[in-house]
């Protein structure tokens, strides 16, 4: 690895997307022997990592790169080992933890190899002003049924508190992707049928649907409503071509496009409640 930085080596092994890794913080063996025997209970990180929400979550996903497989895949030793788990588990807060006890923790971690950050996005309409939820996607590479080394996708969503000084991880919910869902199942997973059905047929908020608007990964949808509103929702298309809604927004008085909330499950009968099926395979709760 002489003559490639740590950015270029993750790109050129790791890398079957065409998206450019996010958690690209060099952390390297140096940082790692200073935690090696250290017990989970006694690590103090510095408050540097902690500066800002999104600044705690590139130093999380950093520290988790190469964290190894704990169940077997790869040839030989990989990546910094067990290392990382006692160090990221101090990302969490202590309402977490009581959640979450640190053997639990690492478990999901058991097939899990090499993880990529390659989407984040802030959410504006959260119901809890003291809290921060971000979208992500990960990349990761497992160990397959085959006896090889594959790639899988996962996103979800993770909620952060301003502990003291420190922004601290409060909540995690992550989904697995399915690769075989959005090009034979139905309309949930595509961002303009979404819009139509629940926002339209549904709560009969559509007087008009414009034209999309994308820029990379992400999906603006504006909406001219029956109400006479402006809106504009937001989507990120996932690496398996599902688009995930990520945000609302309705146009204010001053023209200016301000979060919202608009339940489309409040437009149907409780009989007949949307859930959108999505393989999880594990959640941090």
Known sequence: MDDLDIFQFNEQY??????????????????????????????????????????TLINYFSILREASMISKGGCGSIGNSLAP?????????????????YKSYIRYFNDIGHINLIKLNKLYNTNSSSNYRYFFEVETIEPSVNGNT????????????????????????????DFLCAPYHGWSHNAELYVDTTYGSWCHLIKE?????KD???????????DGKEYKFQFVQLTNGTDVQVNQFVKNSSGNFVPTIIDV?????????????????????
Not at 89 to 100: A, G, H, I, P
Not at 150 to 177: C, P, V
Not at 216 to 226: D, E, R, S
Not at 265 to 285: D, E, G, Q, S, V
């Open 14 to 55: 790791f890398r079957p997307s065409k998206l450019t890794a996010i958690n690209i913080k060099d952390f390297d063996y140096t940082f790692f022997d200073k935690y090696w025997n250290e017990d989970y209970n006694k690590i103090n990180l510095p408050s540097s990592f902690f500066t800002s929400p999104e600044n």
């Open 85 to 101: 788990y006692p160090i990221s588990y101090n990302f969490l807060t202590e309402d977490f933890k009581k959640r979450v006890n």
């Open 150 to 177: 594959s790639f899988a996708y996962y996103y979800g969503f993770i909620d952060l508190t301003l502990d003291g000084e420190n922004y601290k991880i409060s909540d995690i919910d992550i989904r697995g992707e």
């Open 209 to 213: 649907r414009h034209s999309t608007e």
């Open 216 to 226: 990379g990964y992400t999906k603006n949808i504006y909406v001219t409503g029956t």
């Open 265 to 285: 499950n409040k437009c149907l009968p409780r009989f007949k409640r949307f859930t959108r099926y999505i393989k999880c395979p594990f959640k941090f709760r």
